[in-house]
C-alpha cells in the first residue's frame, strides 16, 4: 500500500501540512459512515438539543456536525464551530455560504476559547481529543463557557480498542499498539471520564459504540501510521504488506473492522 500524503497525526496542524485535502477527506469520509451516524445521533441526544439553543462544536473542522446541529437547533438557535486550522474554517464557510444555517465559523485556539464565560446550552467536540497535548485543558475551557446546567459532550475513540477479524493475531495485536502509540492520546476514549469528573462535571454518562469500517477508511486512518512504524524499525515490509493483505481479504469477507468509540456526556453543576 503506498502511503498517503499526510496522517492523522496532523490534524492539530492541518495547515502545515503538505496535503491538507487530506483531513477534509478523511472527515468527510468518517460521516458517510452508517455507524458514525448513530455514533454522532447518541451525541446530539447527550447534548440534549432543543430548538433557539446556541451550541459550540470545538475541533468543528469542515462544519459537518455544526451543520447537523443547526438544522435541530432552527432558525432561532445558534451553532458555533471553532478549529485551528485557517484551511478548514474557510472550507466550513465555503460549504455554508449558500446554506442559510445559523451557524458561525471561528479560527481560534481550544485552550483559550474566544468566549465569556457561561455563554453556550451545549458544548460538544468530536474526535478531537486524541490529537491534543493537554485534552483537560480544553475540556476545562469548554466547561468555563458552557451555561449552568448545560451539557458537555465529548467523542473520542480508543485506539487500543480497534477491531480486526483476521486469522493472525498476533500481527493484529502489533499494529493495533502500534497505531495507538503513535498517536498523542491513543487511549483517549478510555480516559474522558475521569477527565469529566477532574473538570467538576455532575450526571456523567458514558456510552461506547462498535463503529464498523471498511478497508478505504481504514488505510486512511492507518495507513500513514503504519509507514511511519516502519520508517522507524518497528515494523517490517513484509509484516505490512501481510497486514495489509489480510485487511483486505477480511473486507471482501464481510469480517468486522471496526473500533470502539465512547460518547461521554456531563452536565456543568
Not at 125 to 154: C, D, I
Request: proline fraction near 4%; charge should be negative.
Amino acid at each position: 500500500m503506498e502511503k498517503p500524503n499526510d496522517t492523522i497525526t496532523g490534524f492539530d496542524r492541518v495547515d502545515q501540512m503538505a496535503n491538507p485535502a487530506f483531513f477534509t477527506q478523511f472527515m468527510d469520509k468518517s460521516h458517510t459512515l452508517q455507524s458514525a451516524s448513530i455514533y454522532r445521533q447518541r451525541m446530539f441526544d447527550l447534548l440534549d438539543v432543543g430548538l433557539g439553543a446556541t451550541l459550540l462544536d470545538v475541533g468543528c473542522g469542515a462544519g459537518n456536525d455544526v451543520q447537523d446541529l443547526a438544522k435541530q437547533v432552527g432558525p432561532s438557535g445558534r451553532v458555533v464551530g471553532i478549529d485551528s486550522s485557517a484551511t478548514m474554517i474557510q472550507e466550513a464557510r465555503r460549504r455554508t455560504a449558500d446554506a442559510h444555517l445559523p451557524v458561525e465559523y471561528i479560527q481560534g485556539d481550544a485552550y483559550q476559547l474566544p468566549f465569556q464565560e457561561n455563554t453556550f446550552d451545549g458544548c460538544q467536540s468530536s474526535r478531537v481529543f486524541k490529537h491534543l497535548a493537554e485534552p483537560g485543558r480544553v475540556l476545562a475551557e469548554m466547561v468555563r463557557v458552557a451555561r449552568p446546567g448545560a451539557r458537555v459532550v465529548v467523542a473520542e475513540a480508543d485506539f487500543d480498542l480497534t477491531i480486526v477479524d483476521i486469522p493472525d493475531r498476533t500481527l493484529a495485536r502489533k499494529m493495533i499498539h502500534l497505531a495507538c502509540d503513535s498517536l498523542r492520546q491513543g487511549w483517549m476514549g478510555r480516559q474522558l471520564p475521569k477527565l469529566f469528573s477532574e473538570v467538576g462535571l455532575s450526571d456523567i454518562v458514558i456510552t461506547g459504540h462498535v463503529l464498523s469500517s471498511d478497508y478505504a477508511y481504514f488505510q486512511m486512518v492507518f495507513g500513514g501510521l503504519l509507514q511511519d512504524a516502519q520508517a522507524a524499525g518497528k515494523v517490517s515490509a513484509e509484516e505490512l504488506t501481510r497486514f495489509w493483505d489480510l485487511l483486505e481479504q477480511a473486507d471482501r469477507q464481510q469480517r468486522l473492522l471496526g473500533y470502539v468509540g465512547f460518547v461521554v456526556g456531563g452536565r456543568k453543576p
